[in-house]
């Protein structure tokens, strides 16, 4: 398998523009995670999602992020409109169960990010 | 409300100079405590989990262990591709709360 996939890997935008950030979690995995990475704040959980239906979406900051997961291959996480202030590392990650159990042998596996730039 | 704390922020050792990372943490009923290893420009990648007070882990020159309140990072004899910046998680319920880290630099 080819890990969590995420694209793009850099995006660059002017302030009031929409940002789309795309995910590809491992096959077989059924919770799926956004989080966002500062030098400030560390990791934060923004949402997530088990077998496709969001579960606890309380970290997205604002109503501009909001986040879909159509199909168990696919999510997108969007920000509409951008401000500077959302310049971050956002990841994916995702799990075959949440942590718990055997599941918790193996964590979360990260994709490698997206570097969002807002200027 | 879960929190994780790390120290030290950042930390610098000669090669072979063994130390520890601390992680303190409060939850409510602990399901697991994780470690992650994050390389630059990279995600975490998954280390260690532990439950219980008592219980240790060791990969390498790495050893993890936990009591109620914190965990230790045991890194001995550290090699300059050790350096990363090593990541504690809790989990009580979904998902992982993480700490900031811990900035770790070996020496040549």
């Known amino acids: ?119 | 409300e879960d929190q994780v704390t790390q120290s030290p922020e950042a930390l610098r050792l000669q090669e072979g100079e063994s130390s520890s990372l601390n992680c303190s943490y409060t939850v409510s009923g602990l399901r697991g405590l994780f470690w992650y290893r994050q390389d630059p420009g990279k995600g975490p990648e998954f280390l260690f989990t532990l439950y219980s007070a008592g219980e240790e882990k060791e990969k390498e020159r790495l050893k993890a262990t936990l009591t109620k309140k914190e965990s230790f990072l045991h890194i001995t004899a550290p090699k300059p591709e050790d350096s990363a910046t090593y990541l504690c998680a809790v989990q009580a319920s979904p998902p992982l709360v993480f700490g900031k880290g811990t900035r770790l630099s070996v020496i040549a």
């Not at chain 1, 940002?19 to 923004?46: A, N």
């Open chain 1, 1 to 119: 398998d080819a890990g969590v996939i995420q694209s793009p890997r850099h995006e660059v935008t002017e302030m009031g523009q929409e940002v789309t950030l795309r995910c590809k979690p491992i096959s077989g995995h059924d919770y799926l995670f956004w989080y966002r990475q500062t030098m400030m704040r560390g990791l934060e959980l923004l949402i997530y999602f088990n077998n496709n239906v969001p579960i606890d979406d309380s970290g997205m900051p604002e109503d501009r992020f909001s986040a879909k997961m159509p199909n168990a291959s696919f999510s997108t996480l969007k920000i509409q409109p951008s401000e500077p202030r959302d310049s971050a590392v956002y990841f994916c990650a995702s799990s075959f169960g949440s942590g718990e159990g055997a599941a918790s042998n193996y964590g979360y596996t990260f994709g490698s990010g997206t570097r969002l730039t807002v200027v």
